[in-house]
């Protein structure tokens, strides 16, 4: 019998001292501990926000060292599905003292959507010579590993046996896939990059060491894959990727057989 309702529309219907209560279970006590979070919302300048409405199929919750901060620690964006699946759409964590490069918002400050709507070349190219992956606005904080049993545990006491995320680049799927998730879509084309960039490949032969996101060296590294393909080397974008996870079941998929970062 499951411990919460067994979808997040019924958790949001609920009131909301008894919602937040749930969805603070996602949070990770080392999270809480290390930044010394106040976990109670109603707080003038509240360390953590819920965004759960009575209503909707979705919630997001954001972290933050300070109320203040630009950048949270951590953000969730999690919804039901229409066959009553959790997916997650967008999960984040930052470290609010390491260095932030905008690659978020482009030369005319508007946002950049993950390079899907603009790029800010220059802040990409500081973030890339500083080891951040596309999209990373600063280094994580290594949470991952710690992150995802507590994420098993909140499913489980929902009364599922699995959850399902989209991989919003290469490198997140190569992640993914390093803590135990499997494909539902995605998954031949995940092998097909990886024999395109064999150097027999094709996506091998468009390495060009004069485009620095594309430098040749990168075809047998996860984060260079990962900025080539950012940079358009697929000639479509990484989309159409969705994996899932059986909680606590490692899938044993590797696509990327012997990678370095």
């Known amino acids: 019998m499951s411990k919460f309702p067994d979808s997040i529309r019924e958790i949001n219907t609920l009131p909301d001292n008894e919602k937040w209560a749930i969805y603070e279970t996602i949070i990770p006590s080392h999270i809480i501990e290390d930044f010394e979070i106040d976990l109670d919302p109603t707080r003038e300048y509240p360390q953590v926000r819920y965004l759960c409405p009575r209503g909707s199929r979705a919630m997001e919750l954001s972290v933050k060292a300070n109320a203040a901060d630009r950048d949270p620690i951590m953000y969730l964006n999690l919804a039901d599905t229409f066959n009553n699946q959790l997916l997650v759409l ?25 390079g899907t709507s603009s790029r800010n070349v220059s802040a990409e190219l500081d973030a890339m010579n500083a080891g951040l992956a596309p999209g990373q606005i600063r ?123």
Do not use: C
């Not at 999960?91 to 993950?114: C, K, L, M, S, W």
């Not at 190569?174 to 395109?196: A, C, P, S, T």
């Not at 909680?247 to 998929?253: E, F, L």
């Open 90 to 114: 967008l999960v984040v964590v930052n470290d609010p003292h390491a260095e932030r490069f905008n690659v978020d918002i482009d030369q005319d400050g508007n946002p950049t959507n993950y």
């Open 139 to 261: 280094p994580g904080l290594r949470a991952f590993r710690r992150s995802v049993p507590v994420f098993e545990t909140f499913v489980e006491n929902m009364g599922h046996d699995m959850f399902m995320i989209e991989p919003l680049a290469y490198h997140n799927a190569i992640v993914f896939e390093r803590y135990g998730f499997n494909y539902m879509r995605g998954l031949k084309d995940m092998h097909l990059i990886h024999e395109q960039f064999q150097a027999d490949g094709e996506l091998h032969q468009r390495l060009d060491d004069e485009n620095p996101f594309r430098q040749e060296i990168y075809a047998n590294r996860i984060i260079g894959r990962s900025w080539a393909i950012h940079d358009g080397i697929l000639g479509h974008p990484f989309t159409g990727f969705q994996m899932y996870k059986r909680i606590y079941k490692h899938a044993g998929i590797e696509t990327f057989p012997n990678a370095t970062w």
